[in-house]
């Protein structure tokens, strides 16, 4: 085991900041039950009980190390994710793929319910995701293009995948051990598919506030296939609202817009044509919508397929006359994760998802239009 | 000022120029100071316009490789292995569209799609100004300018039209929307992996054994 | 394949022992090949000197070269194996961390300077450059700056183009040329005005 080699692999050229201390600082003042995680399941309930102000100022062990004793590893990710939504932070990650690296910010808020977040790429494309509230807009100088759509706020509650029972059947999730990572403590869960369908995690997650300070996604082989460190994190109290401001200037640029997105529906029976006759082990779908997307007015059906950890989304639209000489099959990968397109009986029918490319394939070349299969029912 | 030359320095630029005309201006280029000047100016056009950021836009790159080359024996003529062929590329004969779309699908590539060339007009109508971004403004045909210049050129029609890369956004599309529904981890790799995704280069792989040696 | 007579009348004229013709190569391409080895050094300066490296390999490998490949993507590819040698070669390659379960006091030696390495005034330079061909870009006439764009943006060929903006392809060889006029007619200034102000030395 390598033990503090300089690793400047994944953090080329950069000089820590670590605001740990800022962020303790904060989480004592600002939200005095940051060790307590908000949510109500009823697992947490049972391992986080109220604080007596003795126990928050107790010295010998601090609530969260109290606290973070009790959890499961599935319990760790709920924290995680928990606190990926409804936290606010500001910090600059290494993004490692395929052999090179970037460096990025993120800056996140929640505010009155509201979710505003910010991703800037601080080297080389200059691009930039703005989401506040129902607006979403993607700068592509680089493309000196602006992608503007409107999506409903409450879209973010609908839900993201959740581990639960059935997830273990095709991941093993553990937790390996605990590490200190720039002199933070963290647990280290691993997400481990039993399958070459998915992939796996390796999350080194915050101890206190439950923040993931690196990330690895790797194949099902253990190999790395991605890497995301923290450089720097704050979790700020307050965040203007000036921090959501685009830093590139759009003179000259060209805006794609959509109106509204249809609002989302749950996975309701198959009236609606579209589904999967089959699908990989684990998958079924979580999510049924239809929306217009940026630069055009046909309508696009959007379903949402989830083993519990991964999703797969599957965009169907009808080919127009000019894209039906296209090449039939298409797939690109964006980072880890892949894209598959394929037409169908006059109809361009597209996969994408964080899972090998074999997989968003499968799922996509299995999609029908049918009337009579109940929806999320997957056939064998 | 000389348009003309100026004229065929741009074109030469663009990989545009008649092979004839290239090889009487390639010989005027390496010489003159100021025609090579104006040709950097070019490069810089289009790194700006690519807004290639983080790159120095005045390094004196150029001017060092120039430095070192001085001291370099010239490369003559008997140390060609064997001469270039001259293929004599007609420069406006139109790339095999299958070539094309076969390069495509070899490497994943986030932005590039081909499109059948009936599809120019749309192509045209997503080429908006800010100003028009209420619905979606073609680019005024312009008149026609036939006769006049001896290289004027009129594109004829056929089936063979080559097939036109376009930048996809309808994959940026799917990511965003699609991310939405990410778990939140898996949705920030993603994002990130957009914001910073490169085009590659068609046929950017592992070098060949041979250049790999001479390149030592 | 390749379309790039003007690339290969150059590389013939240096293969005969021109060195001048390759100046020109290199100031075509040097952005993007910087560009290309940040995505393997994020110092700007190192991958300037990779870039710079690369060339030189590419003058010493020309004699092998026959235009089996179009010139650049047969110089994408050294310097791409140039890039990569460098990170190799400096230890930077990602880290595959074995997980055990004793602490480690995992320390990130943060080398290097925080930001990029441009000088401030190198910065400044770069960021004028920008400025001037971006307002002047904004200030052209959309047929040209439609032209130019498409040219060297999309990298659409002289045909392409004419297609797109339905004009005949002297049109658009003339409206791209004119582009870079009106564009040159300020850019001239940052390069060459005052005392050559533009210029790094060394």
Sequence with gaps: MSRARPNSGALLGLTLAWACTAALAEDAAGQAQATVPAATTPAQKKTSPALTPAQKTSPALTPAQKTSLALSPAQWLERMNHALTTRNYDGTFSHWHGGHVEMLRIIHRVQDGNVSERLVSLDGSGREFIRSGANLACYLPDRRTVLVEQRPPQESLVGFPAVDDQTASFYDIREVGRMRLNRRDTHVITVSPRDEYRYGYRLWIDASTAMPLKTQLCDAHGRIIEQVVFASLALPVRIADASFRPEVSTLGFRWLRTGTAAPLAPAAPATSAWNALRLPPGFRMSVRSAQVLPGSNQPVDHLVFTDGVASVSVFVETQSAAGAQAPRAQSAAVGSSSAFSTVVDGHKITAVGEVPLATVQFIATQVKAQDLVPAGVPQR | ?216 | MSADVSDLSLVRRVQRGDKGAFDALVLKYQHKLVKLVMRYVRNPAEAEDIAQEAFIKAYRALPQFRGDSAFYTWLYRIAINTAKNAVVSRDRSPIEYNIDRHDNDESYDMQGRMKDSETPEGLVLTDEIRTTVNAAIDALPEDLRTAIVLRELEGLSYEEIAAAMDCPVGTVRSRIFRAREAIDHRLREVFEGGLGRAEELG
């Excluded at chain 2, 003159?32 to 070019?42: P, T, V």
């Excluded at chain 2, 290639?52 to 070192?68: D, H, I, K």
């Design chain 2, 1 to 216: 000022m000389n348009e003309e030359l100026d004229s065929q320095l741009s074109a030469m630029f663009d990989d545009q120029l008649p092979p004839s005309e290239c090889e009487l201006l390639a010989r005027r280029l390496s010489r003159d100071e100021q025609l090579k000047a104006r040709w950097g100016r070019y490069a810089v056009m289009g790194a700006v316009i690519r807004a290639e950021r983080g790159v120095r836009l005045n390094a004196p790159l150029a001017g060092r490789v120039s430095a070192v080359l001085l001291a370099e024996p010239a490369l003559g003529a008997q140390s060609v292995a064997g001469a270039l062929p001259r293929r004599g590329l007609r420069w406006w004969q139109p790339v095999a569209a299958g070539a094309l779309a076969a390069g495509v699908a070899a490497v994943s590539i986030l932005w590039l799609r081909a499109e059948a060339p009936s599809s120019v007009a749309s192509l045209s109508a997503r080429l908006t100004t800010p100003a028009a971004a209420s619905g979606a403004s073609v680019i005024p045909a312009s008149a026609r300018e036939r006769g006049g210049r001896a290289d004027s050129y009129v594109v004829p029609p056929s089936p063979a039209v080559p097939a036109i890369v376009v930048p996809s956004t309808e994959l940026a599309n799917y990511v965003v929307a699609h991310s939405m529904f990410s778990s939140p981890v898996a949705r920030r790799n993603l994002l990130s992996a957009f914001m910073t995704s490169e085009p590659a280069a068609a046929g950017a792989e592992e070098p060949p054994d041979d250049v790999k040696s001479a390149a030592q």
